[in-house]
């Protein structure tokens, strides 16, 4: 027998709508190209996302077509946010940090029909211009008529103002209903061996995920609260928090291109902001602004922070000299992204000194709504006894089932479960703690770098016979690539000639910081490197003594 309560399906432009409904006057703030500072409502935003609806027909956009963005977390990339999903269209964030090679791959591969690009990355587009010129039709600057740049595009391309676009279209769009389980959003992640791989958000998904973040021991956004996202709308969604405050009324305070410690503190100041959401690195940056300049932070009850694992000293300074908690979150692009959250149980409240930051390493408990689990190398279940450490599996409604353009399920191992690529232990009361990672990738300041990708450029140096890139731990940036080498049997290496070889093949930022010439790299059994002992060996050799 099925219940009897009404039936509606979970869609984006439901939690907008509530937001314009039920907290009209909720602030969204941004910070413009030009360091302005722009604010509206969420009713403003409700408004001028069904006017972008209109916009976008304008430019042939239909249900299921994507929709790219080369934008930092701003107003009208919100906009997009709700206007693309909300016509049944897919909001599709591109990392404008990746080399033009894998933009234009990602592109060409989602086969983005427009996109929406802030004026920092006019230069993006013009380099990748020709290689998507096959699906992009249409390229809309995120400005006003005033600052429209010179964007040289490929024959057949459109170039448009966004303002512009806006100011001539009407708001007369009605939001359809339709499928919840229709796609929402598309996020490429690097975190996966090869290629980039499209994670494709359903509203559904968008929808629970949006709940369960803003929940007590998650996020707690209340619409008293004022959040600022310092995590880019094009890492999975801004980790959610652009549905969670429309859905909470929260006010929502964008940063734009500003991340620096400076920018942040006084924007944090200026706009009484409660909550902070972001990667380490952003946050180390922050702390040194203010033990430098002396300046305290007067809103800020809570950081949350995710994306690597928590340097010890984050915690301590913020906690002990500002008195500000740090909060860990885990999740992943395959994930919408959040998984766990580190909020104390009752057996954790009283925990002081040692024993309070030990814990507040921990990357947390699972939300509710999703599970994980712990396996061995054959699969079998692990204990929770807070030292066993195995494979981390997760299972649930926002957690992706396959890469876009596969089959469903194809993503899954047996009975549903996603492997992450992370070795964890789970305690007995069901605290998470990443001890290693099982994929080869290196996350550098909150972005990855391929160490397939490093290695293969490596093994073109006509004095290397092989080479490993491993993941090193680095104070400013929480990992950094270590290339080690070998030479061919006779040949000497001199390091600075095997980066060198690197120029331009790679984002500069992927650049190895350092070259170690070594006799031999250790192997497994079926003549795999063994990046578990290079790492177990070399992981703290950016650390310093
Ligand atoms: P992404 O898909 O870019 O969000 O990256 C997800 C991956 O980042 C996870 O699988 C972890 O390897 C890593 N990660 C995310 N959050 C944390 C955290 N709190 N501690 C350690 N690693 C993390």
Redesign the pocket.
Known sequence: MLGLMQSQNLLISGILKHGARHHAGGEVVSRTHDGTVHRYTWADVERRSRRLVRVLQTLGVGQGDRVGTLAWNGYRHLEVYYAAPGMGAICHTINPRLHADDISYIAGHAADKVLFVDLSFAPVIEAIADRVKDCVRDVVMLCEAAAMPEVKLAPGMHLHCYDTLMDAANEDYVWPDFDENTASALCY?S?TTGRPKGVLYSHRSTYLHAYAAALPDVLCARAVDRILPVVPMF??NAWGIPYACAMTGAGLILPGRFMDGASLAWLLNEERVSLTCGVPTIWMGLLQHLRTSGERLTTVKRIMT?????PPLLVEAFGGEYGIAVE???????MS?VGTYNSPKQAQQGLTGADALRHALK?GRILPGIDMKIVDGDGNDLPWDGSAFGDLLVKGPWIASAYFGDEPGSALEKDGWFA???VATISPDGFME?TD?SKDVI?SGGE?ISSIALENIAVSHPDVIEAAVIASRHPKWDERPLLLVVPKPGATIDPASVLKIYEGQIAKWWLPDEVLVVDELPHTATGKLQKTTLRARYKDHYMGP
């Open positions: 992640t975190g890492h999975v995710g994306g690597s694992a928590t860990q979150g885990w999740g992943m692009t395959e992204p990357q992450t690529g992370d990443i990672r996350k990855w």
